[in-house]
């Protein structure tokens, strides 16, 4: 049974720092896109980082240097590192997964076609 379970969310200061993480089970994230996706209150989910299959790493324009994609295949978990976190950041993170795919197509591809979600991680981020 494929299953992603998210940790790490929670509650921290504006400036603060939080490391997700996203353990898969049921399939080997190696030869899979891994992705990381959020929504806050009141929007639509959106992307906000992935690493491919090869390893490239992708981000959303927006959040470029302050969040960062690992994954960890011998531990088949993928992680996402966000620093200097600021209110607008406050969302549940989604953890994704599609087979084969390139982080471009993870980040522009319709949500419903990526077959495996997380239930997501609640990050708030406190003025």
């Known amino acids: 049974q494929v299953q992603l379970v998210e940790s790490g969310g929670g509650l921290v200061q504006a400036g603060g720092s939080l490391r997700l993480s996203c353990a898969a089970s049921?399939?080997?994230?190696?030869?899979?896109?891994m992705g990381w996706f959020r929504q806050a209150p009141g929007k639509e989910r959106e992307f906000v980082a992935a690493?491919?299959?090869?390893?490239?790493?992708l981000y959303a324009d927006t959040l470029k240097g302050r969040f960062t994609i690992s994954r960890d295949n011998a531990k088949n978990t993928v992680y996402l590192q966000m620093n200097s976190l600021k209110p607008e950041d406050t969302a549940v993170y989604y953890c994704?997964?599609?087979?084969?795919?390139?982080?471009?197509?993870?980040?522009?591809?319709?949500?419903?076609?990526?077959?495996?979600w997380g239930k997501g991680t609640l990050v708030t981020v406190s003025s």
């Open positions: 690493t491919s299959w090869t390893d490239s790493a």
């Open positions: 049921g399939f080997t994230i190696s030869v899979y896109g």
């Open positions: 994704a997964a599609k087979l084969r795919a390139p982080s471009q197509t993870m980040a522009v591809i319709p949500h419903n076609t990526i077959p495996h």
